[in-house]
């Protein structure tokens, strides 16, 4: 029983404390544009397909905007072969960088313009 309420009273403490507050994420991608060409090409397509399809969905979720249901939608595949011209196009880039075009171009411009408004504090 003590067990029980101590465990309970752990739940309700961190529950209500500043640790579970929504703070702002970082992203780290460290896939580039060279790594996405050489994977869709080699045995690692699938690694960096999800790894794109992950970014897309974060930022969907982040901002709040249907990524793959807006006006018309896209297909995975019709994703793959923008990342695959952008990369050929930008080899320098990451494939974070090209996920933040795309998505841009896709919602027509509504991911730049609905910027995340700073957390109040």
Partial sequence: MKKNLSLLLLIFTIGFSEVSKAEP???VS???CNIWSAGRKGKQSKEVES???GLLDGLSAGRQIPFWNFKEGISFQQVY???DKYCLENPDS???FGAYELFDEQTQGLFKKNKPQP???
């Fill in 94 to 96: 990451s494939v974070y």
């Fill in 81 to 83: 072969v923008w990342m």
């Fill in 119 to 121: 957390l109040a504090k």
């Fill in 25 to 27: 994420v970082l992203i």
């Fill in 30 to 32: 460290d896939v580039y």
């Fill in 51 to 53: 790894h794109l399809i």
